[in-house]
């Protein structure tokens, strides 16, 4: 058959597929609707949260009810006055070993409650920091009775600046006005001078709260740097003591370089509670101290209340969802879109670890379709993971999908699950071991989401830090990922605020300002830059694909140069150092491989010509040389037998034939194809049964040969004749067996089916490693029929330890040793020309050692004896010096002296040989 098309092959790959992911469908279907089911966790979580949470419209506690529906726009948010977080009573500032300045207040106040609030100043102008101490705190009573009642929101005599609201009991905003509870405040003053407490009716758009308010002493002390200020802060702050010792102070102030012309501040404040009513009455207390100090008490900065934001209608129960996930809205979706990424890592380098991707190479699939059916796969299980996604997240109304439009999100998505894809082919260049790829790429999916949270996001949130280097991170594809959602949220942050519903459109894409174009433009670059370098790296830097090709294979020629001009640069750079210790049958064979390369003969299907292996020195080992200058030539319809011990250099011969590794010298032909620069096109014409059964667990035998068939350029009846064919004669036909899941066979049927799928498509050249192993005699003797018809027409290099095997099926031998042919031929000849004696062997009683010795030396004075244990002798007599008959009449009259227990003679076997050619190339290695 031809050479397969680009389609065939992808077709191939893509029907195998088809059948793989029947198998795994369940395991699909759950990753796909991993998405729903995380939505629906969080519908769950969320209604469990509200029926803790919601109460019944008339205000009793009920934990148990939930409202669900739309809420009303709040257009006009509540005033409320800004507040300061001020210490506890008995956590305020006084005098201890850890802070002994001498102007705090002695500890014996906390025991009357009467303790002040200090606040500490610092700056430059030591002169103007002591004035604005001074100024900081009202020095004004309170001039109104006691248990007075006045609204703070109405007309009143009282100017609400000189009242300092203080929280006394840290309570969120929002569970007072549920509760309605009376909420207690203090007035902090520079003197109080009444003891009364006043009452004070905060009128808001919500609740009518009566305030209990009473005023307590402020006390501003100087400080002659900010490392001091530093140190005192966080010496007293209560979260950093036990309780009887948290000395807490109010607030600080560095003036900085401030002067009469000049006004520069930096503000030490406690946000836990009221973070933006308390830094802004902290300003408005400095603003006005500062005032006084330029013009006396004529002027004010006036701060009336706090007022919220405007918000517009919303499903409670949605907004609920964006509350429970909170501020990590991003970071918990850049997680969810991520888990795709280990599964296309390790899909992909499980293929590398297994050599399946090797071994679908070795029967002729390109890279080109494997890499287009490989990208299709992982695209249409993205897409279906993606779209999962988006339908469970708008269904739910989740802000970061609901303020966004439909086609905004798809192409965004689209875009970064290709973007994904070719990421996933780059990082999968760089492992071999599934393992390693997992743990890599999980750390990428979680430490890149939580850098993105705690740093990224500060970095795009700075004013000062390079817009420039927010691309550059933004290349890799998790930032990308992030900046994305961070601006869905962020826009539907903001929309929420106008009073109805707008939506991100592409518009709003591509005003500039929140980098949605940046993400959408580099992401694109991106997507097809990384899908070109992982092609580029995965052929000549990975090992899943064969030998590595070199850096510039692409501007270089792929035709090779005439075998007359190839001939003289193999032998300069191999030169010949065997010629005059090889024996005369690999001499003979060395020379008639350089005679077909002289004649560009292509009449033999393999040419080997001075072929030599050396894996360089690692770890402080020298270097290995595996095949020295190996040449040898094999006619189509022939089987060439290899033998040798472990470590001979067989395997790695066949590595070099099969394109696994690269030749470090010399010169193979395969069907008039050289091995270095057109292997691509030896693949459609090989076959190989590897040593260890490469077979995918889920898939039956005859799905293994329709793929295999395909990629041979096998079509319609054809390829299901050969199907058949081919289990027929490996015994997988019958019993159902062809349609059974690889995983349920014995070792034996496994590998049956290696050798039937090295064979099918009739490749013109087939390698063959040990292929019996494992076998039971029956099925060895059926396999051994197989090859012997199948060798009509094709090539067959087979390796072995069964002599019998080899006797069976090779027309020539060749036995390896130290990574060289020691001999070469068929078996009669090799046991003639290494046998050419006979083994006799006789048992005895001990004593009688001596006279089965005297015999043999009667019938050749050159006998070697080769055994002797126990009364039983092994001796080798050439050939030549004696007859089978001699050898009948002396054993008959050496019965009728001693006693024989049993003797016999044996002519010299394969076995024999091999031992015999293995031992002598091991002495001479020894002794060089």
Known sequence: MGKSSFGTQANALFLKNIAFQQRNLAENIRLILFPVLLCVGILVAQFVASKLRNVHADGKDNPMSIVLGTSDAILTPEKVPAFLQIPLPEARAVRTGFIPYQDLPDKSCKATGSCPVTVLVTGRNESLGESVVKNLFNSADLNFSPQTQVSLNSSTPIDTNDLLLGEVEHIPSYIRAVKKMTSKYEVIKAQCKYKAKVLILLQTASVNDTAEVKCVQGLGLWRNSSLLVNDE?????????????????????????????????????????????????????????????????????????????????????????????GGSLPLFFTWVILQLFPVI???????????????????????????????????????????????????????????????????????????????????????????TATVMAHMYVFGSGLIATFVFKSLVESTSFSRGWIVILQMCPAFSLYRGLYEFQDYSQRTSYVGHLVKLSWKDVNDGENGMREV?????????????????????????????????????????????????TTQTQQPNIHVEIEKPDVSQEREKVKELMLKNDTSHSIVCDTLKKVYPSRDGNPEKIAVRGLSLALERGECFGMLGPNGAGKTSFISMMIGLTKPTSGVALVNGLDLATEMDEIYSSMGVCPQHDLLWECLTAREHLLFYGRLKNLKNSALMEAVEESLKSVNLFHGGVADKQAQTYSGGMKRRLSVAISLIGDPKVVYMDEPSTGLDPASRNQLWNIVKRAKKDRAIILTTHSMEEAEALCDRLGIFADGSLQCIGNPKELKARYGGSYVFTMTTSVSLEDEVENLVRQLSSNANKIYH???????????????????????????SRFTINAWGLTDTTLEDVFIKVAQAALASTSTM
């Not at 004010?300 to 509350?323: H, I, W, Y």
């Not at 433009?521 to 000549?540: G, K, N, P, R, S």
């Open 345 to 435: 890592v390790t899909t992909l380098v499980y293929e590398k670890q297994q050599n399946l991707r090797m071994m679908m190479k070795m029967h002729g699939l390109g890279d080109g379709p494997y890499w287009m059916i490989t990208y299709l796969y992982f695209l249409i299980l993205s897409f279906a993971y993606m779209l999962c996604l988006m339908v469970s997240g708008n269904l739910i109304g989740m802000s970061i999908f609901k303020f966004t439009e439909l086609s905004v999100q798809f192409a965004f998505y689209f875009i970064f699950i290709n973007l994904q894809i070719s990421f996933g082919f780059l990082l999968a260049t760089a492992f071999s071991n599934v393992k």
């Open 869 to 895: 244990l126990s009364g039983t002798q092994k001796f080798e007599i050439p050939k030549k010096d004696v007859r089978i008959g001699d050898v009948f009449r002396a054993v008959e009259n050496a019965k």
């Open 520 to 568: 959408f433009l580099l992401m694109i670059v991106e997507w097809f830059v990384m899908l070109i370098i992982a092609y580029y790296l995965d052929q000549v830097v990975s090992a899943g694909s064969g030998v590595r090709k070199h850096p510039l294979f692409f501007l270089k020629k792929s035709k090779k140069p005439p075998a007359s001009c190839q001939q003289p």
């Open 233 to 325: 802060l966080f010496k007293g702050y209560a979260e950093g003591n036990s309780e009887n010792e948290a000395n807490e102070i109010l607030g600080a102030y560095d003036f900085l370089n401030t002067d009469e012309t000049n006004f520069n501040l930096s503000i030490w404040y406690n946000s836990t509670y009221e973070k933006h009513s308390t830094i802004l009455r902290a300003v408005n207390m400095a603003s006005n101290a500062y005032l006084k100090f330029l013009n006396g008490t004529g002027i004010k900065m006036l701060l009336d209340f706090v007022e919220g934001m405007p918000m517009p209608p919303q499903n409670d129960f949605a907004g609920g969802l964006d509350s429970f996930i």
